[in-house]
């Protein structure tokens, strides 16, 4: 396997090389594409397979869409290239940030040694059996609350910086209707598989919002969901849910138990599924509306 | 037992020499719609070859299905993507022809 992962290595830095290389902006996000895809199969490799889902979905598929779409909306670079002094002083900043990174990992004695005996040791009390949703959900459930609490705080800025209005899609033709037909259902079951799977297995509310955002942006391409017809108030509502529910559990944890986060004894599991569905469905309607954007305020039609 | 895992490798290596084929022909070819021709077909029945043969090795069925599964997902998306490419190809080549003989007329 070591043949396997050095090309992995060297597929990696071939597909960064042609992203920050390539001449026009559609060709450099291309290659952004293929260099998530292959950093999501070394984490596989890393048997990290969680991270991995998330870096394919979230990581490459859905920033990757943001840029394309962001990239469509920028007028055209200027001509001539960006100074040389410019480029030199990103790849030095880029170099003191991987050595950096490469030093801490080096010198540590391994995270793994110290967190791997203590998620281990206290799984058993954390009503799942997968260690990432354990820790996620439940032992720095406050960490996950906070990066629901970012997200809604990226699409408000979004909001408030982004274009008025969403753009209508290009018509697809006749094929593209039977399509949405199999993969908008789909995208649903599967989200809810992922939902229901991260208890046990690689999975959990964050991909599972990652899908769902993907068929509902496949209906948004196919004009069956227009985010711009619906008002502002419920898409917000819906956005905040995530942080709601799980601002709501927390409290309720802090009357119950006298502890935040700390979820009655034997419940786990269901606090765990209860807040990670909400969490799902706000991150799925998050990511649809930091692709669409938002119709501005109550006047707009 | 052994037939199955002799049959799974068979599959594999099939899909693998189908993929190579199709990343040579994303290659070689010269324009759009034959790069698609190869790629859409090419592409769909190497990964089919190799989650099939991977279901096979695995002798289970419980990661037989998924697999099969998988696979007709991607023939499903792959297909639409490449009619979706080839299409707003189409789309973009009319209206450069159209604007051309305006020009000329």
Redesign the interface.
Known sequence: MIVFDLMLAAAILVAGWSALSAPDRTGAIAGFLVFGLLVALSWVRLDAPDVALAEAAIGSGLTGALMLRAAGRMAPPAADRVPRAQRAAAALLACGLAGGLAVAVMDLPGATIVYDPLVRADLGQSGVSNPVTAVLLNFRAWDTLLEMAVLLAALVLVAALGPRGTPRPARLGPLYTPFLRIMAPLSVLVAGHLLWLGATAPGGAFQAGAVLCGGLLALYFGGALRPAAVPAGPLWALCAAGVAVFAAAALAAEVLTGTLLAYPDGADKIWILAIEGGLTVSIGATLLLLFTGLRQGGARA | MMVLTLLGHLLIAGGVVLLLLAALGLWRFPDLHTRLHALTKADTAGVALVALGAGLLSGSAATLVPLTLCAV?VA??GA?TG??IA??ALDEEHASWRSTRHDSV
């Open positions: 997902l499903i998306s639409t009619h979706l299409r707003s």
